[in-house]
């Protein structure tokens, strides 16, 4: 099902958080990562993805070390401490949101 | 195509204003634009076309520049720069002074102690170098357990530093010629009587002052010091009056 874009702005970094909670990963790793786990419902755009990591990693809500595999040197992104935080917080937000949108939505359809 | 994610990075990072985070960043993009070729060829993409689809989904370079260039931001990156130059400098400041002040152990020894200079006597014996000033003076003479244990006091104040002026290296011989000694900087003692060499804590870089304790059985009648360097051969005698 194609989804509005604007839908999904607000929680690139709900994503991207949520992804690095479990391991470290590295940049493209992230993009075909959040596709297999959304069944392909989230195609983050390289051009998107970058400039939200280096956000993270200016604000410390993740860390970046050069690691070697498979012959080739990539940065590999981990979440922090206060990433972890900044995360719980996201999901709480989100699930308030996604509570009072089902709310609006069913009292709707019930009217 | 290669030459194409070359144009199309150069213009991503033309949008970055902070320079030195430019290389990084198209490291970045480009070990990104490769992978995704790669997965792209291993599902049996012609290269060229897995460079075209791969150099499409970075995106409009331009946008990507100024999305990195509002995350880069100039004077957060000089102010960062800056203060790395500036602890560097500090850190080079410490190294500089700890190694003119003689060293780490003698920089805490001088700060755990209270310092206090006392100037030599107006009768100790004095000889001025190109570099500075060399005292010397006799000290207590005891008698303890069958020894005679002399004391000298030492002082040294050096106006400019003079690499070959070795004040640490002494060589004192007494009366008899029974005391011949040599002291290094590292600890090391060479000696036919049995000396004593308690180092007090100084003040500043150039004015040191020593206490040389002589352990002997005789009581001396005068020692005589000298050390290496600081424009000419000087030799200072210690002497003590003899007992009534």
Redesign the interface.
């Known amino acids: 099902m194609k989804i509005d874009k604007s839908l999904m702005s607000g929680s690139t970094t709900l994503l991207i958080l949520s992804l690095l909670a479990g391991e470290e990963m590295y940049g493209y790793q992230m993009i075909v990562e959040l596709a297999r786990r959304s069944n392909r419902t989230f195609e983050l755009r390289e051009g998107t993805l970058y400039p939200i990591l280096h956000g993270l990693e200016a604000d410390r809500l993740v860390t970046v070390r050069e690691k070697e595999a498979d012959g080739r040197t990539r940065k590999y992104y981990r979440i922090t401490r206060k990433g972890r935080r900044a995360l719980e917080e996201k999901k709480a937000a989100w699930k308030y949101f996604a509570e009072q949108v089902d709310a609006v939505v069913n009292s709707a359809s019930l009217a | 195509m290669r030459d194409e994610f070359q144009i199309w990075v150069d213009a991503v990072c033309e949008q970055v204003r902070f320079w030195p985070d430019r290389k990084g960043?198209e490291k970045?993009?480009r070990?990104?634009?490769?992978?995704?070729c790669r997965?792209l060829e291993r599902l049996n993409y012609e290269p060229k076309l897995a460079a075209e689809r791969s150099l499409r989904?970075?995106?409009?370079a331009q946008?990507?520049g100024w999305?990195?260039d509002?995350?880069?931001k100039p004077w957060?990156g000089w102010l960062w720069k800056f203060s790395e130059g500036t602890l560097l400098m500090l850190v080079l400041i410490v190294l500089w002074l700890t190694v003119s002040a003689g060293g780490v152990e003698q920089l805490i020894f001088r700060t755990r102690q209270q310092l206090e200079w006392t100037d030599p006597p107006a009768w100790a014996d004095h000889v001025s170098l190109e570099c500075g000033d060399v005292y010397l003076a006799p000290g207590e003479v005891r008698e303890t357990g069958g020894n005679v244990e002399a004391e000298l006091r030492f002082w040294v104040k050096v106006r400019e530093p003079v690499p070959d002026f070795q004040p640490w290296e002494l060589e004192v011989a007494d009366n008899r010629g029974a005391v011949s000694f040599r002291e290094w900087g590292d600890g090391r003692r060479q000696t036919s009587g049995y000396l004593e060499w308690e180092r007090v804590p100084y003040w500043g870089w150039t004015r040191h002052q020593m206490t040389l304790r002589l352990i002997l059985d005789y009581r001396p009648d005068w020692v005589e010091v000298s050390a290496p360097g600081g424009g000419r051969d000087w030799v200072l005698r210690a002497e003590w009056e003899e007992e009534p």
């Open positions: 960043i970045e993009l070990i990104h634009y490769e992978d995704h997965a989904a970075m995106g409009n946008e990507v999305a990195l509002r995350i880069h957060l």
